[in-house]
């Protein structure tokens, strides 16, 4: 697992989640602003809906999944559930990236391991 992944259950099962430098660039590029901007906004719970769709979303195709099939889970799991329970996981996926897995309770040097 990379330092900056996170592994949760979302929808369906439990998936890697990972915004790599490409999916950073593709993040501020789609919601033109910046990563951190985006950290903030949801960290005080004044985020837009996009910002959490897109966070998710971008976070599976750098964890691997194919985007079209990450367009799909978004739009089954994002959109019709309350959008706390997302906003959760897109700041999961952002702690990750900004303090590393193993500040979440994760991967190599977790608390837990």
Do not use: H, K, W
Not at 26 to 32: A, D, H, I, P
Not at 43 to 58: D, M, P, W
């Amino acid at each position: 697992m990379r330092d900056t992944e996170t592994r949760a259950f979302f929808g369906d099962g439990e998936y890697s989640f990972c915004l790599t430098p490409p999916m950073i660039e593709e993040l501020e590029r789609s919601l033109n602003t910046a990563v951190g901007a985006i950290y903030g906004r949801l960290t005080r719970r004044e985020f837009s809906y996009r910002e959490v769709s897109e966070t998710i979303r971008l976070g599976l195709v750098g964890g691997g999944m194919i985007p079209q099939r990450a367009v799909e889970m978004v739009a089954t799991y994002v959109a019709p559930f309350p959008l706390m329970q997302s906003a959760a996981l897109a700041l999961s996926i952002m702690l990750a990236l900004f303090f590393g897995n193993a500040a979440l309770g994760e991967g190599e040097g977790a608390v837990n391991d």
